[in-house]
């Protein structure tokens, strides 16, 4: 775990700029719905450049602590939902970001009324990215694995990495709902947010292995939003990898089955009130092993 200096705490301290963003929000919850393939916008400077430039001091590396392995044929990446390991200022703004004065805010960004914020950050939290790691395409899970009848609307991912270059790669890319190409792509800029609709038909991901420096990882804070779904017909949805077009049949056929592997565990997860920590922790020990 490492020791960052933590920021200044003072009584006009405040984790996020509400007062630059508020009279925006009727502008910007129009470009929101009207951005396709399905509503979502990009916003830069997100954060006070002071606070966001702490968020990127205190950000552990990957040896500073223990991370979840989110390591398996559709992802190669690292997570961190135990909100208690937290460097002091981002978890500040993570507390922040699931406060609901931000809340209300995300649903007046997104026109969706009566968001419910997750303090337990499942699936979420701080995550990053080494050089060659990916994450295929997919449609997210759409009900939370520990709260009865919580329906995922939508996702906050925060990015945090100063002197991002194209050729680096790493965007985030955004599939119209059919998998058939690429609408859009969001490059992951230092203090760059992206918020987007969650839903079965929302693809997407960066799946073609980053370039990032050695050293340097594809560093971001994400948090997701949900409603309650009062619908007893409604289907939860896991986790939904897909292939890109193009991609061999053998490549494909690998990707169903992972798919198949983490529907199983988000059941299990569910039944056993299984966490990811838990689970990255294991997976963690055995990577240790290996080496």
């Not at 405040?14 to 916003?43: C, E, V």
């Not at 997570?79 to 978890?91: A, L, M, Q, V, Y």
């Not at 709260?147 to 991912?157: A, D, F, S």
Request: hydrophobic share 35%; proline share 6%; with cysteine.
């Amino acid at each position: 775990m490492i020791c960052a200096q933590p920021l200044m705490q003072t009584t006009q301290t405040r984790f996020f700029p509400y007062g630059r963003w508020d009279f925006q929000l009727a502008d910007l919850n129009r470009t929101y719905q009207q951005n396709k393939p399905y509503p979502h916008i990009s916003l830069e400077n997100f954060l006070d450049e002071d606070m966001a430039q702490q968020l990127v001091a205190e950000f552990p590396k990957p040896g500073d602590m223990s991370w979840i392995h989110y390591k398996h044929f559709n992802e190669n990446k690292l997570g961190k939902s135990n909100r208690k390991e937290f460097p002091t200022t981002i978890g500040r703004v993570i507390d922040e970001f699931n406060s609901p004065e931000f809340t209300a805010f995300v649903s007046k960004l997104t026109g969706i009324p009566g968001l419910l914020a997750d303090p337990s950050l499942e699936g979420g939290g701080m995550h990053q990215t080494e050089r060659g790691g990916f994450l295929n395409m997919h449609a997210d899970f759409t009900m939370h694995h520990h709260q009865k009848n919580w329906r995922r609307r939508v996702n906050l991912i925060l990015y945090l990495n100063p002197g991002w270059e194209k050729s680096w790669g790493g965007e985030l890319e955004l599939w119209d709902r059919d998998m058939k190409h690429c609408v859009t792509k969001c490059p992951p800029i230092f203090n760059h947010a992206v918020f987007f609709n969650t839903t079965e038909l929302s693809f997407h991901g960066y799946p073609d292995p980053i370039k990032f420096p050695a050293g340097t990882t594809r560093r971001s804070l994400a948090l997701y939003y949900y409603t309650l779904e009062n619908d007893p017909s409604y289907v939860a949805k896991s986790t939904n990898y897909k292939a890109r077009p193009g991609e061999s049949k053998a490549h494909a056929a690998l990707i169903w089955l992972d798919k198949q592997a983490v529907h199983w565990y988000s059941i299990m997860k569910k039944r056993l009130g299984l966490s990811d920590d838990f689970a990255g922790k294991l997976l963690g020990m055995f990577s240790r092993k290996k080496k």
